[in-house]
C-alpha cells in the first residue's frame, strides 16, 4: 500500500514532499502523492485517506491540526528544528529607504496608509495577503481591528503573486507590504516582519479575542494518521526522525522560486547534494 503525501500551494512544502517522497522510496516504500486542501488535509490524515503532513506551520494550521486530534486518528510525528514565523512585512529594501519611517512598528503603519496604496486599493493602504484558503480572516480581523478603515487586505491567487509584486514593487521603487513567512527563500535577501502587539493564546477573533495581536513564533510539526506506525514501520521511524532546520527549507523554495526548477527537479537535486543530512533519518534503529 502506498504512503499517501499531500502536495499544497507553497514551493518548500511540495518540494519537501517529493524529498520524504524519495527518502521513502530509497527504502524501498511505494508513495503517492495527491493535491490537498491545506486545512481540510488534517481531517483527511485523521481519517487515512492522506497518511501524513510534514508542514504543520503553528500559526496557521495549529488549530486544524489539534482539532483533528482531538478527534482520533493522528498523531504528532514529532517537531522539525526549524522555528516558524509567518506574518505581514515588507522586503529589507523598504526598511533601507525609510519608506515609512518607524518600521517595523506596527504603528508607524498608522501614518502610512499613502505609502501603501495601490491601483486597486481605492486610496487605502493595502496589505497584499496570500490566498484566502491559508488564514482565512485572520488578516482582514487584524487590519481592521488595528489600523482601521484606511487599511484594506487583497487576497493573492497564489504565493507566485507575492512574489511576483514584490520584483514588481522594487521596479517602480514603491513600498509594498505583503503576507511571508519564514523559513523562506527570501531570507536570503532580507524579508522584515512588522512588529504587532504580542500573539497570546485567544487574541484572534476566531478564537473569542479581538485580533488586536500578530502572529506566534511558533513551531512547524509533522503529522501522521495513526495507523502509519503499524502499517510501514521502518518508513514512520525515519519520518519520526526527520527534523529540517531554516537553511534546509529556504534552499528547497529557492530552487524553485530563484532556481526555476520544477519541484521534482528540485527535490531530486536536494537529495542529491544533501545525503549527509537525510540518510541518518533512514538508519534509526539499525
Ligand atoms: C503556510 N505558509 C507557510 C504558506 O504560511
Redesign the pocket.
Known amino acids: 500500500k502506498p504512503i499517501v503525501i499531500p502536495t499544497h500551494n ?1 514551493s518548500s512544502q511540495v518540494v519537501m514532499a517529493y524529498v520524504i517522497g524519495g527518502i521513502f522510496e530509497s527504502m524501498g516504500s511505494n508513495v503517492e502523492y495527491v493535491s490537498a486542501d ?1 486545512q481540510g488535509v488534517y481531517e483527511s490524515i485523521r481519517n487515512g485517506d492522506v497518511t501524513i503532513s510534514h508542514e504543520v ?1 503553528q500559526s ?1 494550521f495549529g488549530k486544524s491540526f489539534y482539532t483533528a486530534m482531538a478527534k482520533g486518528g493522528i498523531i504528532d510525528a514529532g517537531t522539525h528544528a526549524a522555528l516558524t514565523l ?1 506574518e505581514v512585512g515588507v522586503p529589507q529594501w523598504v526598511i533601507d529607504q525609510n519608506l515609512c519611517p518607524g518600521l517595523p512598528n506596527w504603528e508607524a503603519l498608522l501614518d502610512c496608509k499613502d505609502v501603501f496604496a495601490t491601483a486597486d486599493s481605492g486610496g487605502k493602504g493595502r496589505v497584499l495577503e ?1 490566498p484566502q484558503s ?1 488564514h482565512g480572516d485572520v488578516y482582514p480581523n487584524r487590519i481592521q481591528a488595528l489600523l482601521g478603515d484606511d487599511w484594506m487586505v487583497k487576497f493573492a491567487g497564489s ?1 507566485d503573486a507575492l512574489w511576483a509584486d514584490h520584483v514588481s514593487a522594487k521596479k517602480e521603487g514603491r513600498a509594498t507590504l505583503t503576507f511571508n ?1 519564514t523559513p523562506n527563500f527570501t531570507d536570503a535577501e532580507g524579508f522584515v516582519f512588522i512588529e504587532w502587539p504580542a500573539y497570546t493564546p485567544g487574541c484572534r477573533i476566531a478564537d473569542g479575542g479581538d485580533s488586536k495581536c500578530g502572529s506566534p513564533k511558533g513551531w512547524l510539526k509533522k503529522a501522521a494518521n495513526y495507523k502509519f506506525p503499524k502499517t510501514h514501520p521502518a518508513a514512520y521511524t525515519a519520518f519520526s526522525q526527520m527534523s529540517f532546520n531554516a537553511g534546509h527549507i529556504g534552499s528547497m523554495a529557492a530552487l524553485v522560486d530563484l532556481d526555476g526548477m520544477s519541484h521534482q527537479d528540485a527535490a531530486t537535486s536536494w537529495l542529491a547534494d544533501n545525503e549527509a543530512v537525510w540518510k541518518p533519518f533512514t538508519q534509526a534503529g539499525m
Open positions: 507553497w491545506t506551520w496557521t509567518e496570500g491559508w504565493g513567512w
